[in-house]
């Protein structure tokens, strides 16, 4: 996810410049604040303050060619941005400090320079003088100066997009951002599909890729480093795209990725059981997604979208109530007084036709359905068909729908539009994507957590006249405690399941697979099949499967790739199962 460089004028600039060349946000007040927070002394003894004073206005006024976060890519007289690794050991840190010194213009580090410069590993409390006095003369003696600015992070991304708009001023799109546990990825494609049809020239960002509708890159990560980010905004921006929709995963927003990034929507889908290899417990992975919903990280917000039905919505709701923002709900239960609410659902497998209710009124603020108050505005309904399958993308529509109603300026017009065009829509890639076959229902999906996955099958039973079948594993070098509760959430949603291996990585495949059979009864085993080669277990599923079954490949969806001891095999479960498919008679 970079930005090409081939059109922007490459002219140096300064600090200063760029504080003064802003108009959207006040650089001059950043540079101050990063110049009063470098002056605060991090240890007993530090620089005196004149060479520190001398350092921080010769810094404001270097000239450099442009900012970069990976010592590998970073180029003569370039500003180098060290930031806190959250895996690597701090010598790793040190020897990029010092290797980055031979080329920057300067160096902005989020880490204390003076404590990486006397030890990687001693804490820097019980620093000896000698140590500090030490390392006080190598800071000194480096190639080029070192800034230290422990809240970069704060500002960085403004930082970016400064520079990139001090090379060449573009007009840079709407952002709708999408965060939760599961529905991100469908969402934000169902939010540009619709912003298309609409008339808006689209892009998206996140895990099934990056780019414009239609000319999508695949990604490494749901949510770039803050340069990446910054630089794939500004890409869209040269490219004229009228909308980003975007998925904000919880490592982007608890590690300020995203700062910067004028987000006017913001929805929240859900939360269930993921990513605690990173967060300490379900609070802090609440409460990371929750900043999402804060103004004072993203100020130009106007609209929280957020899913009623949720547990932990409360949570989001507090935090854009606090914001001052404009709530609307969503339910797919017809009884709650949510702002949309698919008051009644009728699925078929070829998709679903709803009745929406929606209250919103043309004026800002809250409006919500609440059938006991007369005074309201008026409740209207409109039915809307869906070629997606599964009750779950009802709740995902439902978030798309009030997005783009908030990007508009008319709603009731805009309603009766958006609802002409849902039939023209597209899942994306791997979520309940239905691979054809002459006999039996087959589907790709990417869930792969206990949630999702259960909601999945929940979904797709109504649809099964014979057994429902899931092909499944567990990730690799994640949290292991999810392992037994997938396997649970199979065995009650499916008939038959075939555990199999996802994305091992540098773990034992049996090992993972013995890790999911914890717990099981002797009744749960005789309805499960073992087959640690994923090709195998999909061969088998279609083998086994009789005419009117389902059968769901769960866990990878739009991933084209199997990760094994750190090396990526070609994998991509759609293409093998529409071979096991073929070689079997079915397709």
Known sequence: MTVSTSSLNRTTVTLQQLA?????????????????????????????????RNQQESIAAIPFHQFCLDSRQLKKNDVFVLLKSQTLHSQKSRDYLIQAANSA????????????????????????????????????????????????????????????QYQQPVTLPAIVAVTGTNGKTTISQLVAQLAQLMGMSSAVMGTAGNGKLGALVQASHTTGDALAVQQFLYQMGQENADLLALEASSHGLDQQRLQGMPASVAIYTNLSRDHLDYHADMAEYAAAKAKLFDKTHFPELTHAIINLDDEHAQIMLDMAHTSALTVWTYSLNPTKNATFVAATINPSLQGVEIAVRYHVSNNTGDVHFDSTDSNQDQTNTITVVSPLLGRFNVANLLAAIAATVALGSDIDHDIKRIAAVV????????????????????????????????????????????????????????????????????????????????????????????????????????RTHIEPARQKAIEYAVQQAAAADIVVIAGKGHETYQEINNVRYDFDDSVVLQNALQQAGRA
């Open 20 to 52: 003064e060349s802003s108009n959207k946000h006040s650089l001059q007040q950043i540079l101050t604040a990063m110049i009063a927070a470098s002056a605060q002394p991090p240890l007993a003894q530090t620089l005196s303050t004149q060479t520190r």
């Open 105 to 164: 213009a300067f160096i902005l580090s989020e880490i204390d320079p003076i404590a990486l410069l006397t030890t990687a590993d001693m804490n820097t409390s019980s620093l000896a003088d000698n140590l500090q006095s030490v390392a006080q003369q190598q800071l000194i003696a480096l190639p080029c100066p070192v800034l230290y600015v422990p809240n970069i992070r704060d500002f960085l991304g403004d930082l970016i997009q400064a520079y990139l």
């Open 423 to 526: 039939p023209q829509l597209q899942g994306a890639v791997g979520r309940m994507q239905r691979v054809p076959s002459n006999e039996g229902c087959f589907i790709v999906d990417y869930a792969h957590t206990p949630d999702a996955l259960q909601q999945v099958l929940a979904s797709l039973k109504t649809h099964c006249d014979g057994q429902l079948w899931a092909v499944f594993g567990c990730g690799g070098d994640r949290d292991a405690g999810k392992r037994p509760l997938m396997a649970q959430a199979g065995l009650a949603g499916a008939d038959q399941i075939i555990l199999t291996a996802d994305n091992p990585r540098t773990e034992d495949p049996n090992m993972i697979l013995q890790d999911m059979q914890a717990g099981m009864s002797a009744e749960q085993y005789q």
